[in-house]
């Protein structure tokens, strides 16, 4: 099924349920309110204290994560707020449009994850290094340009090579539909590359959006951010 984004309710009788789903765009035209812990208002910032956090030089607007050049550095951002939970009777759709400068350089998650405190100083990569439940695409080898999807539960997970790679310096289009409680699509740059039945995050875990990249040691590696979208039924 081709992924469906409602900006707006649809059309119905007067008097009739309207119905507007949940919906959360940034487009990062200008730069994000980021911040770290009890600071952070739109985004919360986490690094090892070597990373940055900037606006990119692309058109519409973009943001640039850059982690320092040492093994293991990272940075990552996650929204505030979390309020995506799995339920049998919500669909939801995610969308996000990314690319790395070396692709074959570092390790990088994108996608939701249940929402981490961790503040900026610690030496574990929030989700790369510990978080149990996430729904997205990854690459955890940090030495090819692979691109995995993963949903976990409970550190229980699965995943697979999606056959699709990135590019350096090449923007990629990375999405996937969760059907209730049941399924999730992926997508990349529009094609379907996987589905999976099993092991997505029970209803009592709050996730958000989530996106982190880590150094492999040979270099830095930015991951550019154009925007993310997620909606999910009310």
């Known amino acids: 099924m081709a992924l469906s984004i409602p900006f707006l309710p649809p059309v119905s009788k007067a008097g009739a349920p309207l119905d507007m789903p949940f919906v959360f765009f940034d487009d990062f035209g200008e730069f994000p309110s980021v911040g770290t812990g009890d600071n952070a208002a739109t985004w919360r910032n986490s690094t090892d204290n070597s990373g940055t956090v900037l606006l990119g030089d692309v058109a519409a607007g973009a943001i640039v994560l850059t982690p320092g050049s040492s093994a293991a550095d990272y940075v990552s951002i996650q929204k505030v707020g979390a309020c995506i939970y799995m339920d049998a009777n919500k669909d939801i759709v995610y969308k996000a449009r990314i690319r790395l400068d070396d692709a074959d350089d570092a390790k990088w998650f994108v996608g939701l994850a249940a929402a981490d405190d961790a503040a900026t100083g610690s030496t574990a990569a929030p989700v790369l290094d510990g978080n149990n439940d996430t729904i997205g695409f990854r690459n955890t080898a940090g030495n090819t340009a692979d691109i995995y999807y993963v949903v976990e539960d409970d550190a229980t997970e699965t995943t697979a090579d999606t056959t699709k790679d990135l590019a350096d310096a090449t923007f990629v289009d990375l ?40 150094s492999t040691g040979t270099g830095s590696t930015a991951m550019t951010i154009d925007y993310i979208l997620v909606s999910q039924d009310r």
């Open 175 to 214: 999405a996937f539909e969760v059907r209730g409680t049941s399924s999730v699509t992926f997508y990349v740059n529009g094609e379907q590359v996987g589905k999976s039945s099993t092991n997505l995050p029970d209803a009592s875990t709050a996730l958000t959006p989530y996106f982190e990249v880590s």
